[in-house]
């Protein structure tokens, strides 16, 4: 089945549509990259989409508006990631959305809400989509997330030693090979709101580490963060931009760019560290849009000596695109009849069949169910 996967994550920046070939072969998911393409939001919805995230309070006609607008990039995604990536062959869409808000509160997650409505995307590309895929899990008792650890644990498996599964999105979220999967705190999300403030809107995020290389990480400003209550949560636990938004934190009164970057920068790296250590994790396996920041990898390696810090690109799947290409996988199993999560990674009473479905302009037909899950998955 060739499955469009759509992705834009906690960094609201763009719309990423990877293409994957999929075939489940006797317990083993085989999975064929066919590429992935980006496209960036227009700047009068990132706007509109930062605008509305929390702590802001927003009324009605901007979440119908988010909404629409969200759903309307969104096709234009896979719209262009058939054409492009799938010779116009492909059948079956999976959408994550944009997510602007996860209840959580108490140590469990009450709710999760994704913009982007599907039905522009099968609209617009004629083929079946399915959308709103956290939900189910957090109604069976789950966090909602990291959905991706089940892609990660098939991912991984057979691996020697105890490998660990790493995103650094706007939020870092890790996969251990027992099937415990958290949300680490802030990957990304803290960094590109400082580089944000301190440029006045000029750069959407540290380029390449420039400021933090440049810095030098705050002793008392670093501690202060490193107290939040979150990290001391026990797994599984879930985060987002509800806590660690743009006003989570503030600069000390003169406190260059440089070091506040740099403070930062040391946050989400001890934070990481702190994770897989305590995972007695033998190798890490980075991916997500963190990947591409060195200074960060710097520090998160000069962390965890003697454990490999790696990109998952040496593995098969480009670190940009992981995630995209995991909700493919989850939308190839709703397609096939399988449940899309793992209880022990999001804490749910039972593994849950994920997502709604929209029909295409033909119609909803659906493959015959699959004998069994998947056992582990294989990057061809």
């Not at 209840?103 to 709710?111: K, Y």
């Not at 960060?296 to 695109?321: I, K």
Request: aromatic letters at 4%.
């Amino acid at each position: 089945m060739l499955v469009i996967g759509l992705m834009s994550g906690t960094s609201y920046d763009a719309v990423d549509a990877a293409a994957a070939e999929l075939r489940l072969v006797d317990g083993t998911l085989l999975l064929k990259p066919l590429g992935m393409v980006s496209t960036p939001y227009d700047d009068e919805l990132r706007d509109a989409l930062a605008a509305a995230l929390p702590p802001a309070a927003v009324p009605l006609a901007r979440v119908c508006l988010l909404d629409t607008r969200i759903g309307q990039a969104f096709a234009a995604a896979a719209v262009r990631a058939n054409r492009e990536l799938c010779g116009g062959r492909a059948e079956w869409v999976a959408s994550h959305g944009q997510t602007v808000f996860h209840w959580a509160e108490g140590g469990r997650v009450h709710g999760t809400l994704q913009l982007g409505q599907p039905a522009w995307i099968a609209e617009a590309t004629g083929l079946p989509v399915v959308a709103d895929l956290r939900p189910r899990d957090v109604a069976a008792g789950g966090q909602g997330a990291p959905l991706v650890s089940l892609v990660d644990l098939l991912w991984l498996r057979g691996r020697p030693g105890t490998p660990v599964a790493l995103n650094l999105g706007g939020i870092a979220n890790l996969t251990a090979p027992d099937g415990t999967a958290f949300d680490t705190g802030p990957g990304c999300a803290l960094l590109d709101a400082a580089a944000r403030e301190f440029t006045a809107g000029r750069l959407p995020y540290d380029v390449d580490g420039a400021l933090a290389a440049r810095g030098r990480p705050d002793a008392a400003l670093l501690a202060g963060l490193l107290a939040e209550p979150y990290y001391a949560l026990p797994a599984p636990k879930t985060t987002g931009k509800e806590l660690f938004h743009a006003g989570y934190w503030r600069a000390p009164e003169g406190m260059s760019a440089a070091d506040a970057l740099a403070t930062l920068t040391v946050l989400t790296a001890r934070t990481v560290a702190d994770a897989v250590r305590a995972a007695g994790a033998t190798e890490v396996i980075a991916s997500g849009g963190g990947t591409r920041n060195p200074v960060l990898l710097e520090a998160l390696r000069g962390l965890l000596p003697g454990t490999p810090v790696r990109v998952s690109d040496e593995l098969g799947l480009p670190a940009a695109a992981k995630e995209a290409y995991a909700f493919a996988v989850l939308g190839f199993l709703t397609a096939h009849g399988l449940p899309g999560t793992v209880p022990s990674a999001t804490g749910a009473r039972h593994p849950s069949l994920l997502g709604s479905l929209t029909p295409g302009r033909e119609g909803l037909r659906l493959p015959p169910p699959a004998p069994g899950p998947p056992v582990r998955l294989r990057v061809e």
